[in-house]
C-alpha cells in the first residue's frame, strides 16, 4: 500500500518546477514595483495641471445682493469665475444715464429673444422724459417699472439671493442687473438644443405614431400634454442631483392614481442622493426595491402614447431632462411581454401575438437547457430518429453539450453586442455575415454539432421577440444559470431552475405591487389583458392591483 502511495508522489524536479512557476511571476511583480518606484522618486514627473479658475470656493446659499452696482458685479464675476463662456455685457439705459449689465451663457440663450425683448427697450427705447422720475426713487419703483414697463418676455423672476443668480446664469437664463436696484432679474432665454422628433429605435411597431421622446424635458412633457389632453394629467417639477442639477418630472392622473403610490413616488425621488444622474437609468436604479433581483423593476419606454395609456391604468411616469427614456412604475413582468400594438390590433389578433411572445420568451429562457439536458442525461425522451440523427451528428464533436453550447452562445452575444455598437449600415450586415459563417466554420470543423446550431438560431431569434430590451437582457443572463443547473442534474435541475425563478417573481414587488400580478396574487379582473387580451368593450375596470381612485374605464 505505502509502496503504490509513494509511488504517486511526484519527483522532486517537478516540485521543483512548480515552485518555480510561484515565484517567478511575484519576482518579476516586486521587481517591476521597485523599478517604477525607483523612477518616480528620482524623477518629477508630475502632469501640468491646468490653473484653477479664479473663482470662490462656494457661494453661500445665504448671500444676498448689496444693491450696490459695482460691488454686486464684483461678486458675480467672482462666483462664476474665469469660464470664458459667461459674458458680461454692460451699458447704460436710454434717457435715464442709468447703469445695467446682462451676464449670460454664451450658446445657451436665444440670442433673438435678448436682442429684441432686453436690449433694444432699454438701450435704444429707453425711457421717456416724463418717467424718468421712476429710476430716481427707490429700488422698488426701479424694479417694478422695468418688469411692467420693460422687459416684454414671458419669464421674468427678481432674486436677491447670489447663489440662485450664479446657478440660473449657467443653466442658460440670462441676468439683469440695475445701478439702484436690489437684486437682480432673472429673464428666462435659455435655447436648448434638440435634435426632431422621430420615431423610437428601440420600440419600432408597424401600427402607431411614430412620435418618441427626445433629451429635452420641455418637449417631453409637451408630448405627454399633446397626447394626454386632460385637466387631470398633473406633471409636478423636482430637482436631482446635489453637484449638477437637472430637471425631473412625475406625472399621473390625479383622478385615477393612488395617492399612496404617488407620495411613494414623491418619496423616492426625494431621498436622490447622486451627483449627476446622468441617465434616468440612474433614477431607475436608485429608486427600485430589489437591487439584486435580475428582473427591473421600473419599465423604461422612449414613446408617449405607452406612458398615457400608463397613466390612464393608474401608473406613475418619471421623466428626466436629457434622455429620451421616461419610467413607468409599478410594473409587472406581464407587462414587459405587452406592446402598445396589442391594442391597436383586433384582440384575436393581439392576443395571438402575445400568446408568440411568452412562447419566445420560454424559448429564449430554456432552449439551451432543454438541449443540454435531453443529450446529456435523458436522451431516452427523444423520439428515436431524432435521437439517432443528433447522436449521428455530435460524431467527431470533442466537448460535453455544455461547453458546446457555451461556445455557440457566447458566440452569439458577441455578435449581437458587435452588432449594436457598429454603425447602423454596418451592423446588421455583420450579425448576418457572421453568424452565418461563424456557424458554419464550426459546424465544418467539428466544434459544435448542426442541431445545436438550430437551437442556438431559434433561441436567439425568439429573444428579439421581447418588446423590451432590457427585459430581453435578463432572460440573457438568466439562459446561463439554467445551462447550468441542466448541465448539474439534467431535467431535473430545468425544473428546479424555474420554480425557484418562479419564487422569487412571487416574492418581488414594484412599488408595493406584487410582481407576478395578476397571477400572484390572484385577480379575475386583471386577467382580461394577462395572456389573452379581451375585447376593448370587456375591458370596463382599471388593474385593481393598482388600487385606482377611479376603477371604471371611460369606453
Known amino acids: 500500500m505505502w509502496s503504490v502511495i509513494v509511488s504517486y508522489i511526484p519527483k522532486w524536479t517537478i516540485w521543483v518546477q512548480a515552485l518555480l512557476l510561484v515565484l517567478v511571476p511575484i519576482l518579476m511583480l516586486a521587481l517591476t514595483n521597485w523599478f517604477r518606484k525607483s523612477i518616480n522618486s528620482s524623477y518629477s514627473l508630475k502632469p501640468n495641471k491646468p490653473s484653477p479658475p479664479e473663482r470662490e470656493d462656494s457661494v453661500s446659499p445665504q448671500a444676498l445682493m448689496t444693491g450696490l452696482y459695482d460691488a454686486d458685479l464684483t461678486s458675480v464675476r467672482k462666483a462664476i469665475g474665469n469660464n470664458g463662456d459667461v459674458e458680461f455685457r454692460e451699458f447704460t439705459i436710454r434717457g435715464t444715464g442709468t447703469r445695467a449689465a446682462i451676464v449670460f451663457v454664451d450658446g445657451l440663450m436665444d440670442n433673438d429673444l435678448m436682442d429684441t425683448h432686453l436690449i433694444r427697450p432699454l438701450m435704444l427705447v429707453g425711457i421717456p422724459e416724463a418717467e424718468q422720475e421712476h429710476f430716481n426713487r427707490s429700488s422698488d419703483t426701479i424694479k417694478a417699472y422695468i418688469s411692467s414697463q420693460m422687459l416684454p418676455v414671458s419669464e421674468i423672476k427678481h432674486t436677491d439671493r447670489l447663489l440662485e443668480l450664479v446657478q440660473s446664469v449657467l443653466a442658460g437664463t440670462t441676468s439683469l442687473l440695475v445701478d439702484g436696484m436690489q437684486g437682480a432679474f432673472l429673464v428666462g432665454s435659455a435655447k436648448g438644443k434638440s435634435r426632431n422628433i422621430e420615431e423610437p429605435l428601440s420600440e ?8 418618441g421622446f427626445t433629451e429635452r424635458l420641455a418637449d417631453n412633457t409637451g408630448l405627454l400634454r399633446l397626447h394626454g389632453k386632460n385637466e387631470s ?6 430637482e436631482v442631483g446635489n453637484r449638477v442639477k437637472k430637471d425631473l418630472v412625475i406625472a399621473y392622473m390625479k383622478d385615477i ?8 413616488v414623491v418619496t423616492r425621488i426625494q431621498k436622490i442622493e447622486i451627483d449627476d444622474p446622468l441617465e434616468s437609468g440612474y433614477i431607475e436604479q436608485l429608486i427600485e426595491e430589489n437591487v439584486m433581483s435580475p428582473f427591473q423593476q421600473v419599465q423604461n419606454t422612449e414613446r408617449p402614447d405607452r406612458v398615457i395609456g400608463a397613466l390612464l391604468e393608474g401608473r406613475v411616469a418619471i421623466l428626466l431632462d436629457g434622455t429620451p427614456y421616461a419610467l413607468i412604475v409599478p410594473v409587472t ?12 390590433e383586433r384582440w384575436i389578433s393581439g392576443s395571438f401575438v402575445r400568446l408568440l411572445r411568452v412562447l419566445s420568451a420560454l424559448l429564449a429562457l430554456l432552449a439551451p437547457a432543454l438541449y443540454i439536458s435531453f443529450i446529456s442525461f435523458h436522451p431516452g425522451l427523444i423520439p428515436t430518429k431524432l435521437a439517432l440523427t443528433i447522436i449521428e451528428s455530435r460524431q467527431g464533436v470533442p466537448f460535453p453539450s455544455l461547453i458546446e453550447a457555451l461556445i455557440m452562445e457566447v458566440a452569439i452575444e458577441i455578435l449581437r453586442e458587435a452588432g449594436i455598437r457598429l454603425p447602423k449600415p454596418i451592423g446588421p450586415a455583420m450579425g448576418i455575415v457572421g453568424g452565418l459563417i461563424i456557424g458554419d466554420a464550426a459546424v465544418n470543423a467539428g466544434i459544435v454539432s448542426p442541431f445545436l446550431v438550430i437551437v442556438v438560431a431559434v433561441t436567439a431569434i425568439s429573444s428579439f421577440t421581447i418588446p423590451v430590451y432590457s427585459a430581453g437582457i435578463t432572460l440573457r443572463v438568466l439562459r446561463f444559470t439554467a445551462m447550468f443547473f441542466a448541465a448539474v442534474l439534467g431535467l431535473f435541475g430545468v425544473v428546479m431552475f424555474f420554480l425557484l425563478l418562479c419564487s422569487h417573481l412571487v416574492i418581488l414587488k414594484s412599488f408595493g405591487v406584487p410582481y407576478a400580478s395578476p397571477m400572484v396574487p390572484y385577480g379575475i379582473s386583471d386577467l382580461k389583458d394577462f395572456l389573452i387580451r379581451f375585447p376593448l ?18 369606453n
Open 204 to 211: 419600432a411597431l408597424l401600427r402607431g405614431p411614430r412620435v
Open 233 to 238: 394629467l398633473l406633471l409636478t417639477r423636482f
Open 257 to 264: 392614481a393612488d395617492p399612496k403610490l404617488v407620495d411613494e
Open 333 to 344: 413582468f406581464s407587462m414587459l411581454l405587452q406592446s402598445p400594438e396589442d391594442y391597436y
Open 537 to 554: 368593450k370587456v375591458m370596463k375596470k382599471r388593474p385593481q392591483m393598482l388600487n385606482p381612485k377611479d376603477p371604471d374605464r371611460r
